[in-house]
């Protein structure tokens, strides 16, 4: 049966206790801090976009409400897991045990990132008919023409970013899954170390 909970990585950090953490995470720390940076990319991202889609003129149109509450939830979730990876890449252990703590990182990684797919692809087929020289509904409050060209932009920035966010979600669900299936191959959520080269 294969070692649980990384036990294979604490035997063979036993021998080398004189390097750094950081050394002796090698190659998984490297997983651990992109894991991490994806998750703040998305939790930058996701603001950004929530920011910009409650402005007063998109606030009006139904899909920029749809991709203010999207955001808003993705953002809350990326700052739970950007603490929770920074956590990981400190201690070294996950904050719910193992098993359960990368099945929740992978799965919520896909259902929120399809939400926000799904939100900012509304909000990009309504943000089309702003401006341009159609009129579909898109007024300000001025009523000016700069305005409306104003509020055009921070749609298209907000969509955008909205897509942003999906796309740290989607590539942080790649890493969470490599973790995944490491785990069900060998028990621990870092891959195996390479087999001594015999001569």
């Not at 259902?111 to 089309?128: H, I, N, S």
Request: proline share 5%; with cysteine.
């Amino acid at each position: 049966m294969p070692q649980q909970n990384g036990g294979w990585a604490v035997e063979a950090q036993r021998g080398t206790t004189k390097q750094p953490a950081a050394a002796r995470r090698g190659r998984h720390g490297a997983v651990l801090v992109l894991l991490l940076l994806l998750r703040v990319g998305a939790l930058c991202a996701s603001v950004a976009s929530a920011a910009l889609a409650a402005s007063s003129a998109t606030l009006r149109r139904a899909p920029f409400r749809f991709l203010l509450a999207a955001d808003a939830i993705v953002a809350v979730y990326s700052a739970f897991e950007a603490a929770a990876a920074a956590w990981e890449v400190a201690r070294g252990a996950t904050l719910l045990p193992e098993a359960m703590q990368l099945w929740f990182d992978f799965a919520h990684d896909q259902g929120f990132g399809y939400m926000a797919l799904a939100a900012a692809a509304t909000a990009a087929r309504d943000a089309a008919g702003c401006g341009g020289g159609r009129d579909e509904g898109w007024t300000t409050s001025g009523g000016s023409g700069a305005a409306l060209a104003a509020a055009c932009v921070r749609a298209d920035v907000a969509v955008g970013l909205g897509f942003a966010g999906f796309a740290f979600l989607a590539l942080a669900a790649l890493v969470t899954g490599f973790r995944v299936a490491c785990f069900l191959a060998t028990g621990s959520r870092f891959s195996p170390p390479p087999p001594p080269a015999s001569y």
